[in-house]
């Protein structure tokens, strides 16, 4: 696996991780209506344009195609963690969030936050990150909730 920046070239392929992620892996966790809407938030191509522009945002590589995307906005807000449904358990989420972390320390921050799915959040508590409050999204009418969760740096949990 190797990580590199993200590139304007990259959007599709990260878009369509992000929405096989969704799929397979939120199910549990979120009906059909609100995945729908989740994977049709993630075609917007300005938006695409945007984070790749104003955020530190990476990729990881596998087999000659992308298994994993991060970004880090301002230096404190990780907007995005997602791993290719066929790459997880293999150590690419740590990888990536790391690589955030560290970008967000070599900045001169000391939290980080971030606003997690229910199906990520046992990832992000296992980091350090605490619950703050749920959020409640309505988004063409369908409620999604997440967890706006802060992680204080020093408190950050090392994992390899």
């Given at each position: ?11 599709s ?34 938006r ?18 992308i ?77 999604i ?16």
């Amino acid at each position: 696996m190797r990580v590199r920046r993200a590139l304007a070239q990259d959007i599709s392929e990260i878009q369509g991780l992000i929405a096989g992620t969704i799929e397979s892996t939120c199910k549990d966790d979120y009906d059909r209506k609100q995945l729908d809407v989740w994977v049709s938030s993630i075609k917007n191509k300005r938006r695409w344009n945007s984070v790749l522009e104003k955020q530190f945002a990476l990729v990881a590589t596998a087999d000659d195609k992308i298994v994993g995307f991060a970004s880090l906005e301002n230096g404190e807000y990780l907007d995005f963690l997602y791993v290719h449904k066929d790459y997880l358990r293999q150590g690419i989420a740590n990888k990536l969030y790391e690589e955030l972390k560290t970008e967000s320390e070599r900045l001169g921050h000391n939290t980080m936050t971030s606003n997690v799915s229910k199906t990520a959040r046992s990832f992000f508590e296992c980091k350090g990150f605490k619950v703050i409050h749920e959020n409640k999204h309505v988004i063409d009418a369908v409620e999604i909730n997440n967890f706006h969760m802060v992680l204080r740096i020093p408190d950050a949990i090392k994992t390899g």
